[in-house]
């Protein structure tokens, strides 16, 4: 293991960041994955990648791993991401999984987040709505990115692999086709200078000034596992009328990677954005094109959201407008493994 482990409380009398509240997280974990492991670390070069290494290596037991600090969180074109203690949340989930249909997985993820972070949507302007800007990102309807959401799988999962974890886990007749999924998530928690970003930074005490870090962590940990099991055994159709709630896409002008223009207009059953086009309504997966929300203000630059590339693990702070697989195929490939 690569990295610096950190205790649930501080052994100091300096000023330190607020204690993880580890046996709680656990209880939580163990709750929907017996067997699960909760490990939080004062620093890593990257969570997603740290999970991916053990995977490689045969550890595919459920494991729910935290970083105060990224050293090489992974963004857009290579670019680098780091994070400072207590300015943000960053954490990995890893499990085997073995859904009906990969296809909006991500989407899922980042409703559930924001559901958790933001329960209900308010009726005023202030506090700023939370919602999520397809595929993979949690914005303000500001437009100010506060979270980002890396998945990356693997095929090291065997079928003996799942003995002892939950049977929701295991699609029907689907043990062969598991596989080990990392869920990468990251959230500014405090402000952070906007210069340099070509999306300018929310963070989580814009709508929640008394939350840090372990607190959100806390707060979304249960749900994040439940909807997890609810997409393997249902996928994303039945969330498509919650997410359409916090769809900060819907209505806008956007522009295709191909050169292609037109109107959002949500999500269809398997995740996929739904572009109505002078030539007609098209789907847009992952894999096809990266889309760019054009801002309302007249002369404002665009905002570019890339889809096809690959999503910081701590995205909400990247410089670049992350991405990631929103809507893997049937059967997704290994990621640099």
Not at 38 to 53: F, Q, Y
Not at 135 to 142: E, I, T
Not at 201 to 212: F, G, H, K, R, Y
Request: with cysteine; aromatic share 4%; proline share 9%.
């Amino acid at each position: 293991m690569t990295g610096a482990p950190l205790h649930a409380a501080s052994d100091t009398a300096s000023a330190a960041p607020p204690a993880w509240p580890i046996p709680a997280l656990q209880q939580a974990l163990a709750a929907q994955l017996p067997g699960g492991s909760v490990e939080v670390l004062e620093r890593i070069d990257s969570t997603n990648t740290e999970l991916m290494r053990r995977a490689r290596e045969g550890h595919c037991a459920p494991t729910l791993l935290v970083a105060e600090q990224q050293t090489a969180g992974r963004g857009r074109l290579g670019r680098q991401w780091l994070s400072s203690p207590g300015d943000s949340l960053t954490f990995s989930l890893g499990l085997p999984l073995a859904p009906r249909d990969w296809s909006g997985l991500s989407l899922a993820v980042g409703l559930s987040v924001a559901e958790s972070l933001q329960p209900e949507l308010p009726a005023s302007a202030l506090p700023l709505k939370l919602g999520l800007k397809w595929p993979n990102d949690l914005w303000l309807a500001d437009d100010r990115k506060l979270g980002g959401i890396l998945i990356e799988t693997a095929s090291f999962v065997l079928p003996g692999v799942g003995s002892g974890f939950p049977s929701s886990l295991w699609a029907p007749a689907a043990a062969t086709a598991a596989r080990y999924v990392v869920i990468g998530i990251g959230i500014n928690i405090r402000p952070r200078d906007a210069q340099g970003f070509a999306t300018p930074p929310a963070c989580l005490q814009d709508i929640a000034p008394e939350m840090d870090a372990p607190a959100a962590l806390l707060r979304l940990l249960p749900p994040l596992l439940e909807g997890v099991q609810a997409f393997a055994a249902h996928g994303f159709a039945p969330l498509r009328t919650r997410y359409a709630a916090r769809d900060l896409l819907a209505g806008r002008e956007v522009l295709l990677s191909d050169g292609a223009s037109g109107v959002a207009q949500g999500v269809g059953a398997d995740g996929a954005l739904q572009v109505q086009t002078p030539a007609g309504l098209r789907a847009i997966t992952s894999a096809e094109v990266s889309v760019r929300p054009r801002t309302s203000a007249a002369g404002a630059a665009a905002v570019a959201v890339a889809v096809a590339g690959a999503l910081a693990d701590a995205g909400a702070a990247d410089d670049a407008d992350p991405a990631a697989t929103a809507v893997p195929p049937a059967a997704p490939p290994s990621k640099a493994i």
